[in-house]
């Protein structure tokens, strides 16, 4: 629909996504299994709720950082591609909201609710086709990715609608997550400013440090102080179920 130009720039911006994506794409495959036990003979809502907070908690801040750093970071493959900047932040803000998802369309699968896991799928798939065909010819690989993460939005909609509010209700474990995600984005962007616009490797991995420091250092306050040897001790209770 638009090009090569466009087709490269996407490509860039889509191959940084997934590889930010990747450790919460892992994290999927586990929280499953703790889901179809809970849906069988424990708590599927609070099997549930760990999970979506549990990605919540690497997603946020991995967005937040990505949208300080993504010039820098398109800039790695080329000076070109510093332009695909807008296009990786809407595709991380894509992978957040289709892993977030995950969670919740998954767990309809676990609970056995099969007509609304299937009913989930249709609307971002509709909203994704009809966003790419407009979006693309008129804004280029940043209306494709910016179609991308309106269908993911969509799919993450659907998926908490349709699993309940019992479940999704009150909004309690999304604090922790996004406080965090405020801390990253501000120690990188604050690592930034005071890097003075240097473009170098360098400055980019101290930018990178400060984020990845304050995101450890939350993520010790937030879940393993005085806890530590308890890690994933809640999704065990819930599910009834040890690997």
């Not at 191959?15 to 929280?31: E, V």
């Not at 420091?213 to 999704?235: M, Q, S, V, Y």
Request: net charge positive; glycine share 12%; aromatic share 8%.
């Amino acid at each position: 629909l638009g090009g090569d130009a466009v087709s490269g720039l996407y490509a860039i911006g889509s191959r940084i996504a997934g590889a930010a994506g990747m450790p919460t794409a892992q994290l999927t495959r586990i929280f499953f299994a703790h889901q179809v036990h809970a849906a069988a003979r424990g708590d599927s809502v609070r099997a549930s709720r760990v999970a979506l907070r549990a990605t919540a908690l690497v997603l946020l801040p991995m967005l937040a950082g990505g949208v300080v750093l993504a010039p820098r970071l398109c800039g790695l493959f080329g000076v070109q591609f510093v332009a695909a900047a807008d296009a990786l932040r809407w595709l991380l803000l894509a992978v957040a909201a289709q892993h977030c998802a995950w969670q919740a369309h998954q767990a309809l699968l676990a609970l056995g609710r099969d007509v609304a896991y299937g009913r989930v799928l249709w609307l971002p798939s509709l909203v994704h086709a009809s966003a790419l065909a407009l979006l693309t010819p008129a804004c280029g690989a940043t209306g494709a990715a910016f179609a991308t993460a309106l269908s993911q939005l969509c799919f993450l909609g659907m998926a908490l609608l349709l699993l309940g509010r019992a479940t999704v209700l009150p909004l309690t474990w999304l604090r922790g997550p996004s406080a965090l995600a405020c801390a990253t984005g501000l120690t990188t962007a604050a690592a930034e400013t005071l890097g003075n616009g240097n473009q170098g490797a360098i400055s980019l991995a101290l930018s990178l440090s400060a984020g990845g420091i304050t995101f450890a250092a939350g993520i010790w306050h937030l879940e393993w102080r005085k806890r530590w040897h308890k890690i994933g001790a809640g999704l065990v209770e819930a599910s009834r179920y040890r690997f």
